[in-house]
T-cell receptor, first 110, second 114 residues
C-alpha cells in the first residue's frame, strides 16, 4: 500500500535556485523521513521529522510537516548539480511497514 | 564504517533457477528488510525481520523467501525466479522497527530474469 505521494514527479531547476518537493500521505503517522537516491544506487537518509514537530533543518535542507493536511515539504536551498537525484518521502504509520512514495526526480542544471 | 552490503550487485539468471541475494550489516541493527524498486512504483517492501528468527511478509512477498539465522545477515531467496521478478532490490537495516529510526540501505542488486 503506497502511503506517501511526492509532487512533482520531476523537477528541473538551475544551479543556485531553491527546489521544493512535497509529500502527501493518507493515514496518521508516527514520523516521516526523506531520502535521496542517486541514479540506481542505494537510498541515503536525509532527515527525520516526528509527528509533533513542524519544521526541521539540516544544512541546506528544510523539512516541514503539517499533520492537519497530512503533508510534508522538502526545501533544498541554493541547489548544486550534485543535488541531482530522486527524493523519496517515507512514512512510519505505526505498523511494521515503512512506506515509500514513488519519488521526485530532481535535475539541477549547471 | 557502518554499512549494509549486498551481493551480487548485478545478476542475470534464467527462469526457475534458484538464487540467493545476500545482505549483511555491521551495525548490530535489529530490524532488516528487503525492498524491490520498479519504475513508477517506488520501493515496495518484500519481507522484514524484527530480530533473529523473526520474519514477516511485507507488501509483495509472493515468490520470495527470507531467513534470519544471525543478526547481521538477511538473505533473500528466490526459489523459482520468473521474469516479473526482474527488478532492482535493496536491503535495509535500522536500529529499531521500521520508520522509528533512519534506515541504512545497501547499494542494490539489479536482477534480470530471462
Amino acid at each position: 500500500s503506497q502511503q506517501g505521494e511526492e509532487d512533482p514527479q520531476a523537477l528541473s531547476i538551475q544551479e543556485g535556485e531553491n527546489a521544493t518537493m512535497n509529500c502527501s500521505y493518507k493515514t496518521s503517522i508516527n514520523n516521516l523521513q526523506w531520502y535521496r537516491q542517486n541514479s540506481g544506487r542505494g537510498l541515503v537518509h536525509l532527515i527525520l521529522i516526528r509527528s509533533n514537530e513542524r519544521e526541521k533543518h539540516s544544512g541546506r535542507l528544510r523539512v516541514t510537516l503539517d499533520t492537519s493536511k497530512k503533508s510534508s515539504s522538502l526545501l533544498i536551498t541554493a541547489s548544486r548539480a550534485a543535488d541531482t537525484a530522486s527524493y523519496f518521502c517515507a512514512t512510519d504509520n505505526y505498523g511494521q511497514n515503512f512506506v515509500f512514495g514513488p519519488g521526485t526526480r530532481l535535475s539541477v542544471l549547471p | 564504517e557502518a554499512q549494509v552490503t549486498q551481493n551480487p550487485r548485478y545478476l542475470i539468471t534464467v527462469t526457475g533457477k534458484k538464487l540467493t541475494v545476500t545482505c549483511s550489516q555491521n551495525m548490530n541493527h535489529e530490524y532488516m528488510s528487503w525492498y524491490r524498486q520498479d519504475p513508477g512504483l517506488g520501493l515496495r517492501q518484500i519481507y522484514y525481520s524484527m530480530n533473529v528468527e523473526v520474519t514477516d511478509k511485507g507488501d509483495v512477498p509472493e515468490g520470495y523467501k527470507v531467513s534470519r539465522k544471525e543478526k547481521r545477515n538477511f538473505p533473500l531467496i528466490l526459489e523459482s525466479p520468473s521474469p516479473n521478478q526482474t527488478s532492482l532490490y535493496f536491503c535495509a537495516s535500522s536500529l529499531s522497527r521500521a520508520g522509528r529510526t533512519e534506515a541504512f540501505f545497501g547499494q542494490g542488486t539489479r536482477l534480470t530474469v530471462v
